[in-house]
């Protein structure tokens, strides 16, 4: 490699670096494992947690992300709640307003509770370039209709809270995002992985598919349902080549072993964030992790969790990866 493609090569691991979190945030209830620890603060948690790592990911992608929730003569949270109240208190943590890419919810067994995934992303460092033909769009308030993979618009914000009425902005237009539809064993369809595409804000011909995962193996069809939406997304034809392969972070209630063109970048117990293989993905770059965290820190506890009531965010872990290109300079 001559003298300037080393220096282009240095220039592009510096700008093409990319952080991802992944967290099961375990929706927002006023108690967590039987004692009275409100949701707002546990959210509060987790912007003091960025802001003593000195963390402010990329992207951020969410589970278990309560969309709004009915209780009796009143709603807490109100329709995307939860998401406004910890974008604020991530920025006053550590001065990045997130945008939502996202919020992929619909009515659960609960009374009440409509809840799904998100995905968050920081506006400096990507832009969301997700497209779909508009004709195609399914509705994003109700269980979907239809099997297979289609693009959703996001569950809506029509009642948010009087506190959060600016925050409606934050959401990218309808909130559209691709999934992959199943009934499984069920007597009603569901989606369990979303997919948005991002571009650096730097370039935004540099651009890669992120998606965002809550899988269950016990339901046939969970894991198959989700590599059918990878399959189908990485075969579309796009304006721009990747940068990088797929990335797919999330709550995989198990390992990865089902998704073999992929290689862990950080995981503990039964979350992951997984890396796409460049033999098998078209893109200019590998993945190389220059750094892995588990957050806020995995400790014995007798609760068998992440860690003690006390300082936890959550029953699952958070998982931080960041990553740098890897493999030769291409400007392919």
Not at 47 to 56: Q, R, S, T, Y
Request: glycine residues 8%.
């Amino acid at each position: 490699m001559g003298e300037i493609a080393k220096i282009l090569w240095e220039v592009a691991k510096e700008r093409f670096q990319l952080s991802v979190v992944t967290l099961n945030i375990v929706g927002a209830s006023p108690s967590y494992w039987g004692i009275d620890l409100p949701w707002r603060d546990r959210y509060q948690r987790i912007a003091d947690g960025f802001k003593a790592n000195a963390i402010a990911p990329d992207v951020i992608a969410l589970q278990e992300v309560a969309a709004r929730k009915e209780w009796f003569l009143r709603r807490d949270p109100h329709d995307h709640e939860s998401l406004h109240f910890l974008i604020s208190k991530i920025e006053d943590a550590v001065n990045v307003r997130y945008r939502i890419a996202y919020l992929g919810a619909a009515p659960s067994n609960e009374p009440g509770l409509v809840q799904g995934q998100a995905v968050l992303y920081n506006p400096v460092r990507l832009k969301n370039v997700t497209k779909a033909p508009s004709a195609s769009i399914l509705p994003g308030d109700s269980r979907p209709e239809v099997t297979g993979v289609n693009p959703r618009k996001s569950y809506p914000c029509a009642t948010p809270a009087k506190e959060f009425e600016a925050s409606r902005s934050l959401l990218d237009g309808e909130g559209v995002f691709w999934t992959s539809i199943f009934a499984g064993n069920r007597n009603y369809n569901v989606f369990q992985a979303g997919c948005v595409r991002f571009a650096f804000a730097e370039d935004e011909d540099e651009q890669f598919n992120f998606y965002n995962v809550h899988l269950d193996p016990d339901l046939p069809g969970s894991y198959e349902a989700a590599n059918e939406l990878i399959d189908f997304m990485e075969t579309r034809r796009y304006s721009r080549r990747a940068i990088y392969p797929p990335m797919i972070a999330g709550d995989f209630n198990g390992g990865y072993e089902k998704f073999p063109k992929f290689d862990e970048l950080a995981g503990v117990d039964i979350d992951y964030i997984i890396g796409g293989k460049r033999a098998a993905h078209e893109s200019t770059y590998g993945f190389s992790v220059i750094k892995r965290s588990i957050l806020p820190g995995k400790t014995p506890n007798p609760d068998g969790n992440c860690t003690t009531r006390d300082v936890a965010w959550s029953d699952h872990c958070a998982l931080l990866a960041q990553i740098e290109p890897a493999g030769d300079f291409s400007t392919g």
